[in-house]
């Protein structure tokens, strides 16, 4: 067994893993103060980090295409509903790569429910790794959009994230430097993996949250959220101030240098006091945890992290506390667990020693865990073409093609079968819709449907209410009524003469017995007209059956083939069955679909790599004049490097239309895109689903 520090209590291999923090608490670590020529000189490697997540105009515009395309396909599904993008990259200080946050607003949603019925849609579309997530406290559906390569949030009336994005976007707008700090600070938290809420450490908003505070402290930007015009909100019967003074302007005083900013931000959270203080930025400065009510409760993380019982305890809330500019009772420390507290002190030590010795900025940001971030660098579109000869992607191609346009006729075939479906399951409840596209006979078929369907309810309302009313079925009346009248009627013998309060009695019987025959054998003529009505549905049922199931041979031989189908016998007396078969059928369509939108975009694919390879002297398409493209040689340009998803439209937005000598014709700047792009790229629906014009 290890020994343990007498200090930390951390075991030697813990020690060893928060080597800064543990020389700190034990009194050992030592951060002197560096010179400004050391400072300095980390200028140019953080100009570059800048730089290199600086968005490009191409990113901006999949953004506003997949905006637009999800407004379409998903948001417009719901009435009065509204899809707005949130989150860093909309406050403009989200490093390259970073997830599109959308916030579908909806009034009195069940949002539960429509988590999964947005993740349904989604991977209809073609979307993949799609992720419901209904348990959270704000339900979400992640997706990735294998077009764009954008991986995207859907929350469902994330209401207060929108504020929270226009109060960082607004700072962003006062100085240069929070934009480039708040940069600097994520891509080294994201590399030292300690940006990763879901593991338990902090999240990328709350790092720039933190930039903002230190920025403010640095009074290199104001506390926008001071003033005494206040602006109050309700959202779900809580009232929210968020107060945003966009007046206000930075005084430009402070001119430190972004090198001198980001050194003081690692020292000035080094060494915070984070035992007895709460970061907020909406108060302009740190509030006592007494002031604010957020004790800093057992067990710590140490405690946690010595523990030796098989399941630890879990660690104490408000550690490391940050409060939410407009939600106040929001900590956004709650998600950092035990390891991630001591990760996040740890690494703030780390940064702010190395940078005081002048180590490299590259040094400083060494990547802890590649294999997470792997996934958030754009993949080569063509790596697994590069090897291969023009003949084996053709056959690809080819083949690719075939099985685009096999799986058509069988989404073809679903897609009447689920209407056919649809139609029986409506008609069987008398509630179908007499439309054009229906022959006569049939459409007469469907109203006598409709017209029995209301003779069967009254019918039956009629009869139930007279059996409810009658005690005894026909027969026993028609017994009693005979033993009766035989009484009333037979010879009286003198020795017991009944009394006449006794024949009243008998006779009042003898009516009501009477009465209730009538109406008994109402009910039973009722009964049998109900049956007979009854078969008669059934047999129009059969005939509106054969109609529906009239499809060709070529179409009932793919709907043999639909796995999701075999097996589902029709029962035609239970439109259950009908809708069991309907949801069937969509879960297949929405199979067959998903597949043929990767179908789609590896054709797309595979022709813009045999377009790319065997692009002539010209570069690009035949004909253009376009000089970025030219290749310096005859040989096929794949030598130039991989071909990434981000880099695919800054590929062809440089590629010109074909000239000629014809009179140009206005086209809308839509039309000119897509005869620029000819027939590249993932199809998906309206949005690239063309082709190219022979």
């Not at 930007?221 to 003033?227: A, C, E, H, K, R």
Request: with cysteine; charged share 35%; proline share 3%.
């Amino acid at each position: 067994m290890s020994s343990k520090c007498e200090i930390t209590g951390l075991s030697q291999e813990d020690s060893k893993l928060f080597e800064y923090l543990h020389s700190q608490l034990t009194g050992k670590l030592e951060i002197n103060e560096p010179e400004k020529e050391m400072i300095s000189s980390f200028g140019k490697p953080l100009e570059n980090t800048v730089s290199n997540n600086k968005g490009h105009k191409s990113d901006d515009r999949r953004r506003e295409n997949l905006l637009k395309h999800l407004q379409k396909s998903v948001a417009s599904k719901f009435s009065n509903s509204k899809l707005t993008p949130f989150g860093s990259a909309e406050s403009d200080l989200a490093l390259k790569g970073a997830d599109f946050d959308l916030c579908l607003q909806i009034q009195e949603a069940n949002q539960k429910k429509i988590i999964k019925r947005i993740g349904g849609m989604l991977r209809g579309q073609g979307m993949e790794s799609v992720q419901t997530l209904t348990g959270a406290k704000v339900p979400i559906v992640k997706f990735v959009d294998p077009r764009s390569g954008f991986n995207v949030d859907i929350s469902i009336n994330n209401i207060l994230a929108l504020h929270n994005t226009r109060l960082l976007a607004n700072y962003a707008k006062l100085d240069k430097r929070v934009r480039e700090l708040a940069i600097c600070v994520k891509y080294w938290a994201l590399h030292r993996d300690i940006s990763d809420a879901p593991n338990g450490t902090f999240s990328s908003y709350a790092w720039s949250v933190l930039v903002i505070n230190h920025l403010i402290q640095e009074k290199v930007i104001p506390n926008l959220q001071s003033g005494e015009d206040r602006t109050i909100i309700e959202i779900e019967k809580r009232e929210y101030d968020i107060t945003i003074n966009e007046e206000l302007s930075a005084d430009k005083s402070n001119q430190k240098s972004l090198p001198e900013l980001l050194y003081s931000f690692f020292m000035n959270y080094a060494t915070y006091d984070w035992n007895d203080k709460i970061i907020s930025i909406r108060n302009g400065e740190s509030i006592s945890r007494d002031e604010k009510g957020w004790m800093n409760e057992e067990p710590s993380a140490l405690d946690v992290s010595n523990s030796e019982e098989e399941r630890p305890p879990r660690m104490g809330e408000h550690h490391l506390s940050i409060e939410d500019p407009f939600d106040v009772e929001h900590d956004l420390s709650r998600v950092v667990r035990a390891v991630g507290e001591l990760k996040i002190r740890d690494e703030l030590l780390r940064a702010a020693k190395l940078m005081s010795e002048g180590t490299k900025w590259k040094d400083i940001c060494g990547t802890v865990n590649p294999d997470r971030l792997k996934d958030m660098e754009p993949e080569d579109l063509f790596h697994d073409l590069r090897d291969k000869s023009d003949g084996i992607v053709k056959g690809m191609l080819d083949k690719t093609k075939a099985e685009i346009e096999a799986l058509e006729k069988r989404i073809e075939a679903l897609d009447a079968e689920r209407n056919s479906t649809i139609r029986m399951a409506r008609a069987m409840r008398g509630v179908i819709d007499e439309t054009s596209d229906l022959r006569k006979e049939h459409k007469a078929i469907i109203t006598g449907l409709k017209d029995r369907n209301k003779n069967l309810d009254s019918i039956k309302t009629q009869r139930d209410k007279i059996n409810s009313d009658i005690i005894l079925p026909i027969h026993m009346i028609e017994d009693e009524l005979a033993k009766v009248y035989s009484r009333l009627t037979e010879e009286i013998d003198i020795h017991r003469v009944p009394s006449l309060e006794k024949e009243k009695i008998q006779f009042a019987w003898f009516l009501e017995l009477q009465a209730m025959h009538g109406k008994a054998r109402e009910a039973s003529e009722l009964h049998q007209r109900f049956i007979n009505l009854v078969k008669e549905q059934k047999g129009e049922i059969k005939k509106l059956k054969v109609y529906e199931t009239k499809h060709d041979e070529t179409t009932m031989k793919l709907l043999e083939q639909e796995p999701l189908l075999k097996d589902k016998n029709i029962n035609s007396n239970e439109a259950r069955s009908y809708d069991r078969r309907v949801q069937n059928i969509q879960k297949a369509l929405r199979e067959r679909r998903g597949e043929m939108h990767k179908l789609r975009r590896e054709s797309g694919r595979l022709e813009a790599w045999m377009r790319k390879k065997n692009s002539g002297p010209q570069g690009g398409r035949r004909g253009g004049n376009n000089k970025q493209f030219k290749p310096k040689s005859s040989k096929p340009k794949e030598a130039s490097g991989p071909i990434t998803l981000g880099d695919l439209s800054g590929l062809l937005s440089g590629l010109s239309t074909d000239s000629s000598s014809k009179k140009e014709k206005k086209v809308s700047s839509k039309k000119a895109g897509m005869k620029r792009l000819g027939n590249l790229g993932a199809h998906r629906g309206s949005r690239s689903h063309f082709k190219k014009k022979e």
